[in-house]
């Protein structure tokens, strides 16, 4: 097993999650197994109950694991299935040394940071890294590990202590350091500045651990004179310091660390069994990336939600917007709407920003109304959902989305004024949407259905069952406390709201879709999380078809998209939604 840690100087949020998977993309393209840890030095046991403000989205893993958005970012470029051990945290690490002290394992001694905690963590590092990601159930040969936060930071200390150790433990030749550092430019001077790499690296150094690659990020190309100050102050060859400037699409940067020569570096570095030969998969990202640069008719939605101010917030819907709008050669332009601002106390309040909200979401191609949590803005989401209903416009309710599509329905169609969710008026006469069995109110954390469970398709015209390839039923990721109210649903059916998709004991309403509209569709679990470059999620594929005017042509060639909306290499990934063929 080799292992490849990535580390980062100077600020956080520099890049750590991009450039750990693209290093795991170029390794898996040379036909390696590849799995990915991502390690959060904060106290939480998982991600579960922050707020999108915080560390942005949380994302949602098969076996219900609630972690870091990193993780999506290794699932999508290296078209993996991670658990929830894959995402480490001081908290899971303490929690289990402590049950062991409680059971009595340390046999009497002072349990401490060193060696018990670092043990812990090279433990958990060597057992997750031997699990199988993908398919084939095939034990990885590489494991990158994504240390999150910023090199010198105390909450960090253990893990760098546990790693200076690890490297001796598995020695020279299958351990590896990445460490990513800024070099800023101020516009003052227009000069690339080395001081903050060297500070970093030499803190880095201090600590035990010596980087055999530095991967600088800077705004524009890094000079050749810049590129040899930094590696001779921080004991690096020229050629171990990689550039990585901003870029028009993150699918260049593992291009960028090819071109460089990351992969014979490893080689070299890790005596990795790797044929120098030129990799397919690498094609297909080149032709991403080149297509994404040159597209030239746009499509817009309106993402209506609560926490539009951070647009990691909702990380992998927007991902999931771009492969769907990338698959259909159309530039995408999404217009954050913040749903209060769409509500009648805004108009009171804020005139300007409420009429600036609805021109936006007025002007857009497709309405999209994410998951969310609370009651703030609700309203608004409602609001935005009766406008895309009556004036036909293509409309997909994810989660809380399609809860509230539905409370839409009732209210306006079914004429129950009171309509809502148990979540928002606990009192309401017409409960349309009502918290689960098994949700405990007493506790926040891992309370929620999470995880992968199967739809099954109720009916044989369902656009989106057209749109999955015609399955009966789908597997999809779920994060929700709350559900339809499974009595109720033949009023809905009787006015034209159809449950195409309900689980496996047909308790559970899964998929809605409103008839005489082009595209108006509800789904209570999360698709976004399943999305992947080349296999955009249906869902979502359906609203920029819709929005792009393409939809009925789609269905009626039998889920096709024309020759040159299609990939020319699609090794390893043979169809886009299970249906992109060349005609």
């Not at 409602?382 to 989660?399: E, S, T």
């Not at 656009?463 to 109210?485: P, Q, S, T, W």
């Not at 679990?525 to 080349?534: G, Q």
């Amino acid at each position: 097993m080799k292992y490849i840690l990535v580390t980062g100087g100077v600020i956080s949020g520099i890049g750590k999650g991009i450039i750990a998977s693209s290093v795991g993309t170029i390794l898996k393209s040379c036909g390696l197994h590849v799995t990915a840890i991502k390690i959060d030095p904060y106290i939480n046991i998982d991600a579960g109950t922050f707020s999108p403000y915080e560390h942005g989205e949380v994302f949602v893993l098969d076996d219900g694991g609630e972690v870091d958005l990193d993780l999506g970012n290794y699932e999508r470029f290296l078209d993996i299935r991670l658990t929830k051990d894959n995402n480490l945290t001081t908290g899971k690490i303490y929690q289990s040394v402590i049950t062991k002290e409680r059971r009595g394992d340390y046999l009497g001694k002072t349990v401490q940071v060193v060696p018990h905690i670092t043990d812990a963590i090279q433990e958990w590092v060597m057992r997750q890294a031997k699990v199988s990601v993908d398919d084939d159930g095939v034990e990885p040969q590489v494991c990158v590990i994504e240390l999150g936060g910023t090199v010198g930071d105390i909450e960090s200390m253990p893990f760098i202590e546990a790693f200076r150790q690890f490297q001796f433990k598995v020695k020279r030749e299958n351990f590896c350091n990445i460490h990513v550092s800024l070099v800023p430019q101020p516009s003052t001077t227009g000069e690339q500045k080395t001081k903050p790499t060297q500070n970093s690296v030499r803190e880095l150094r201090g600590l035990g651990l010596s980087p055999d690659l530095i991967v600088c990020r800077c705004s524009t190309p890094l000079d050749t004179a810049v590129k040899e100050k930094i590696s001779m102050f921080c004991h690096v060859e020229p050629e171990q310091v990689i550039c990585i400037h901003d870029v028009s699409s993150i699918y260049r940067v593992p291009l960028l660390l090819e071109d460089q020569g990351m992969v014979e570096y490893f080689c070299k570095r890790l005596d990795l069994p790797i044929e120098m030969r030129p990799r397919r998969m690498l094609t297909k990202w080149k032709e991403m990336s080149d297509r994404s640069d040159r597209l030239l008719e746009h499509t817009s939605i309106a993402l209506v939600g609560k926490y539009t101010k951070f647009s990691d917030s909702y990380a992998s819907v927007i991902k999931a917007l771009e492969h769907s709008a990338l698959a259909i050669n159309h530039k995408l332009e999404v217009k954050y709407i913040d749903s209060a601002d769409l509500e009648q106390s805004t108009q009171q309040e804020e005139p300007v920003k409420y009429h600036e909200a609805w021109q936006k979401l007025c002007s857009a191609d497709g309405v999209l109304v994410p998951g969310g949590f609370g009651v703030r803005g609700t309203e608004g989401k409602i609001q935005a959902i009766n406008w895309a209903r009556k004036q036909k416009k293509p409309f997909l309710g994810v989660c809380l989305g399609m809860q509230l599509a539905v409370c839409e329905f009732a209210r306006n169609m079914l004429g129950w004024q009171d309509a809502n969710s148990t979540e928002f008026d606990p009192e309401t006469k017409h409960p349309v949407v009502i918290d689960m069995p098994e949700h405990n109110p007493g506790q926040m954390g891992g309370t929620m259905r999470l995880g992968k469970r199967r739809t099954i398709f109720k009916s044989n015209s369902s656009i989106l069952r057209k749109l999955y390839g015609d399955a009966d039923h789908v597997d999809e990721r779920h994060r929700h406390r709350f559900e339809v109210n499974p009595e109720l649903k033949h009023h809905f059916e009787k006015k034209g709201l159809h449950f195409v998709g309900q689980d496996t004991e047909g308790q559970r309403m899964e998929v809605i879709e409103l008839e005489d509209h082009a595209y108006f569709v509800g789904v209570q679990y999360h698709p976004e999380f399943t999305s992947r470059p080349i296999k955009p999620s249906p869902p979502y594929f359906g609203l920029l078809l819709a929005a792009a005017g393409k939809l009925q042509s789609y269905l009626l060639k039998g889920c096709r998209l024309s020759p040159r909306d299609t990939y020319s290499d699609r090794s390893g990934n043979e169809e886009i939604t299970q249906s992109v063929e060349h005609t």
